[in-house]
């Protein structure tokens, strides 16, 4: 069972376009991270976010967590071919330090 | 400051043998997480090391195996391989503080065949 379900599992569209892509849960995280991960490589931190209905920016990405802190979106603007990459989102509980992952976003910009 | 490196970078096995994974830790970082991460999925956590402990174990059989050394390298060790044990393996180091971000190496892709 998926903790943390992250939604669409797959999304190609042209360069220029907006998109976003999920992040759901049934349970409440105390912080939720979003990385990038390209091929070959390890995921790499895009934010962190601790505060329900908390909003970070960064450039053309725009984070958001719920208000519950059981769910987050990452909303990309004017999308470009670097954007490509796997999508991932993690979530801390407060009982433990471990991160909850989900299967990730595969994100295909094409130019 | 040094990133993560893990080492070998690509390895290929036979069902039964054992495998030893190495990782380095970024300077500073006093925690070391393992990763099993199969192809069009995300990361599964394997364990966490801290002080040359074990601090954490995810749903991971016991073949399945690590050290962490006083310089905050560390070894991952999978004994009785089986062809599911094919996989992306991240190494990541942290500090032990809540929200510490993860510095992930670039993984050692294992197959088993």
């Known amino acids: 069972t998926q903790l943390l379900e992250q939604s669409p599992q797959f999304l190609s569209i042209q360069e220029g376009e907006n998109l976003t892509v999920y992040c759901n849960s049934s349970?409440?995280?105390?912080?939720l991270q979003w990385y990038r991960q390209e091929p070959g490589e390890g995921p790499v931190l895009l934010v962190t976010?601790?505060?329900g209905g908390e909003v970070k920016k960064l450039k053309r990405l725009t984070f958001q967590f719920g208000d519950a802190r059981k769910d987050s979106s990452l909303h990309i603007t004017a999308a470009q071919p670097g954007d490509t990459g796997l999508y991932l989102c993690a979530g801390r509980k407060d009982s433990n330090y471990q991160l909850i992952w989900g299967a990730g976003t595969k994100l295909i910009i094409k130019p | 400051e040094t990133g993560v490196t893990q080492s070998p970078t690509h390895l290929i096995k036979t069902r039964g043998q054992q495998v030893t994974l190495r990782c380095s830790s970024q300077s500073g970082h006093n925690t070391v997480s393992w990763y099993q991460q199969a192809l069009g999925q995300g990361p599964q956590f394997i364990f966490q090391?801290?002080?040359?402990?074990?601090?954490g174990r995810g749903n991971f059989p016991p073949r399945f195996s690590g050290l962490q050394f006083p310089n905050y390298s560390s070894e991952l060790n999978v004994n009785a391989l089986e062809l599911d044990d094919s996989a992306l393996y991240l190494c990541?180091?942290?500090?032990?503080?809540?929200?510490?971000?993860?510095?992930f190496g670039n993984g050692t892709r294992l197959t088993v065949t």
């Open positions: 090391y801290y002080r040359e402990e074990e601090n």
């Open positions: 349970s409440v995280f105390s912080s």
């Open positions: 976010v601790v505060t």
């Open positions: 990541a180091s942290s500090l032990r503080l809540a929200n510490s971000p993860l510095h």
